[in-house]
């Protein structure tokens, strides 16, 4: 049977059961497992056999919600994470060490910002944060003989820029670096990185993937496609024994497992920033419908936007799925099925009138979340980007009087009337 239509593999993919199983994937809710010799369990921990003992490292729960990730974004292989944090984080230190230096658009989320640029340094890994608009030119320039990786955000939270993904990916590859790229707001059902050459998706399974706001993970796919053993000297940890497992070379052993391999063997093994099978569950669950909420998530999210955009109280809407949006083409080109439920606009009379505004909503509640199926608002200014400078956030793209608007799946015309009543 055929099983690749994005819609099916939303259903049908990672748990399938055989005969007299349950139909819906179990939650193997046991921090480890029973062997019958010390010999089976001995070779699972010299990674000879593939197998289960104990859940920080793997969890059958957890695998097979990675396995319908992976299959969504067409990677070969995947993991979960306990947060969208920590799949950046794992993605970058899997290839980064002290030393090494890494570029980061300027458009990212504000945490991914503040891991990549003042937590990492402090292990010793230096970065360069670029305008997403850079020229190809001054992209080159900013690459050094130690960069290890690129990072950017295919849709932007919440500055909404769509990435240039063949820019990013050109300059990346003929310098021998793989681009990492973070799918959280599209989500493979409306735009898939590894088709344009991008190398290692992460993803926040907390925002659409969850999509009720349950549980808070993450997730890491390969694409398979990066050839690290081109680079052995660059990327050692890959290339190289790996003395903490008995000197393993994951390239050699693994294949194109390697890079998921190794972040599970050792960085979580290490690190222990598992996602419980509990959460992983709901996520499923999610997932189940991902397909059906991203159209329904896009169209009110189109007609609010077009509504906001014609209304003269409205200062400002930035959404790429609307026609003469900044990234309105790029959308078209990357993403032609849809972008995201998210839009940001400003009211006139700047910060102060946001904020009254955002407290005259009814149903659409201010919460610190993205991505679910109820509509809501953030003032990123004062809430998810405080930590920023007023420069930093203009260099993220975030207007103080920026409003992000998390359109969700109920009723457009109930949406639109709770913005009108707010408004006035
Ligand atoms: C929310 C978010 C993250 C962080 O994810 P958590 O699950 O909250 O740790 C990373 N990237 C993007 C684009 C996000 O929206």
Known sequence: MKKNNLETICVQSGWTPTTGEPRVLPIYQSTTFKYDTSDQMGKLFDLEASGYFYTRLQNPTNDFVAQKICDLEGGVAAMLTSSGQAANFFAVFNICEAGDHLILSSAVYGGTFNLLTTTVKKMGIETTVVDPEISEEDLQKAIKPNTK????????????????????????????????????FPTPINCRPFEFGVDIVTHSTTKYMDGHAVAVGGAIV??????????????????KPDESYHGITYTERFGKAAFITKATAQLMRDLGSIQSPQNAFYVNLGLETLHLRMKQHCENAYKVAKWLKNNDKVAWVNYPGLEGDKYYERAQKYMPKGT?????????????????????????????????????????????HRQMTDEQLLEAGVQPDLIRFSVGIENADDIIADLEQALK
Request: glycine share 8%.
């Open 222 to 239: 390969d694409s398979g496609n990066f050839d690290w053993t081109k680079y052995p000297d660059k990327f050692p940890g890959l290339c």
């Open 149 to 184: 990786c690129i990072l950017a955000e295919s849709i932007s939270n919440p500055s909404l820029v769509v990435l240039d993904f063949d820019k990013f990916v050109k300059v990346a590859h003929r310098n021998g670096i793989p681009v990492i790229v973070d799918n959280t």
């Open 340 to 384: 995201c439920g998210v839009l940001t606009f400003g009211i006139k009379g700047g910060r102060e009138a946001s904020i009254k505004f955002m407290d005259s909503l009814k149903f659409i509640a201010i919460v610190t979340h993205v991505a679910d199926a109820r509509s809501c608002v953030l003032h990123p200014a004062s809430h998810t």
